[in-house]
């Protein structure tokens, strides 16, 4: 395994050669940490030692510190999980317990118990715990109580629970079967398009959460603001999805690379990246629009990343690994795989792709995963991946500071290879 690529694997990045030589153009800006309305940008200089010692240290002084570092990052980040998941249990009281019992609405107060259980538990957090360990990054030690702690918290359970609210409808829209390793909540007995309610309930209770706990917090607002600017820009990017694929009409000539990347900024990128980054900012007092133009640029083309990721493992991921069944081709979709089979292929493979995409039988669909094969898509992508990640590290070179590094470093070695 190439050394870089060992080092990604245990948490440490190696960004373009700019960053590290000369090295005092790199450190100096370090050696005092930057303040941002008054909160230091923990972690940079941190960061930047922990990367120099890559390039000074004795190798077998560094491994036994490396492992010894790796380790203890990943105790405490599986801490941090553990301690996130718990705080759902205090989600669902505030949500539920006073009125369970209400003459009038308790019934649907249990419904909603039952919704909010079954669709926001049993994914993989990382949008929701994004908040808490930047807020932990941005804010001083001195700073982080219980209180404000608690309330990280919370808001990153806002996040999966506007996640929990777009997947239950994007399920409905695309006919999906499976979420999660389970079945689709509107696929459960006795619930059916009722789910449509229920998602809205759900993408209620994320304004009942931020008005409970930060209503007297002076980036309130801010948060609000952020959540309904994050969903509409969802919903936008899911119209534009739906505008472009619809399932009963297949039209490849409106399955563009420009069209492709507008509809994964607008429907991944904005809730899945720049969201909990930018709520986890204002909770640290960080509201400067330079800082937030900054990070944005950064986390927007991480998401696409993420987007392309997530069509390749649609159609080649293994489903018990990924706890879906990909439906892309059959749903039409304007993904990725698609756009690179129509920039690459002959007149005769479009022919293919015309006579057998978007269809429901299994030998129609069957076909066109032969014909990505075909054109070696799999390798295609393989290549993008390493590209894209490295466009990640010269952006985060570039536009991070004066915020930490590792934020960004941290949320690229996440979705870095991954398999679900």
């Not at 190439?2 to 990045?13: H, N, Q």
């Not at 599986?78 to 989600?91: G, T």
């Not at 997947?167 to 079967?177: E, G, H, K, R």
Request: charged share 25%; aromatic share 12%.
């Amino acid at each position: 395994m190439p050394l870089s690529r060992w080092l990604r694997s245990v948490g440490v990045f190696l960004l373009p050669t700019p960053c590290w030589v000369p090295r005092e153009r790199w450190l100096c800006s370090l050696r005092r940490p930057s303040l941002v309305h008054w909160y230091p940008a923990l972690g940079s200089w941190h960061s930047a030692r922990c990367w120099y010692q890559v390039w000074t240290d004795e190798p077998r002084a560094f491994c036994s510190s490396l492992r010894m570092n790796g380790d203890q990052k990943s105790n405490a980040y599986a801490q941090e999980k553990q301690d996130f998941i718990q705080h759902f249990s205090q989600i669902i009281k505030v949500l539920t317990e006073d009125e369970i019992g209400h003459p009038e609405t308790g019934d649907a107060i249990v419904r909603l118990k039952e919704v909010l259980e079954y669709n926001t538990i049993g994914g993989k957090y990382n949008r929701g715990l994004t908040v808490l360990v930047a807020f932990r990054e941005l804010v001083e030690p001195k700073n982080q109580d219980a209180d404000s702690l608690q309330r990280a918290m919370t808001v990153g359970w806002c996040v999966e629970l506007l996640q929990a609210f777009l997947l239950v409808a994007d399920d409905i829209m695309d006919s999906s079967i499976t979420r999660r390793g389970q079945t689709c909540w509107y696929k459960m007995p006795g619930v059916g398009l009722s789910a449509v309610n229920d998602a809205m309930l759900v993408e209620s209770c994320i304004y009942r959460l931020l008005k409970f706990y930060c209503r007297e917090q002076p980036y309130y607002l801010n948060l609000i603001e952020l959540f309904l600017q994050s969903s509409y820009q969802t919903e936008l990017g899911q119209s534009l999805d739906l505008i472009t694929a619809p399932q009963d009409h297949v039209d490849l000539a409106r399955y563009t690379e420009k069209r492709y990347k507008s509809i994964v900024k607008y429907k991944t990128a904005f809730y899945s990246f720049y969201l909990p980054v930018a709520a986890a900012m204002y909770m640290a007092g960080i509201d400067g629009e330079k800082e937030h133009a900054n990070a944005k640029k950064i986390l927007l083309e991480m998401g696409e990343f993420f987007q392309i990721q997530d069509d390749y493992l649609d159609t080649f991921g293994d489903p018990s690994v990924t706890g879906k069944v990909g439906t892309d081709i059959q749903d039409n979709k304007c993904s990725w795989l698609v756009v690179q089979c129509l920039q690459r292929g002959t007149p005769e493979q479009h022919q293919i792709l015309q006579e057998n995409y978007g269809q429901k039988d299994p030998k129609k669909v069957a076909q066109v995963k032969a014909l990505y094969e075909e054109l070696n898509l799999p390798a295609v992508y393989l290549k993008y991946e390493e590209d894209s990640y490295s466009r990640l590290m010269s952006l985060i070179q570039q536009y991070a500071a004066p915020l930490p590094p590792a934020i960004f470093l941290g949320l690229a070695n996440k979705i870095y290879k991954r398999k679900k």
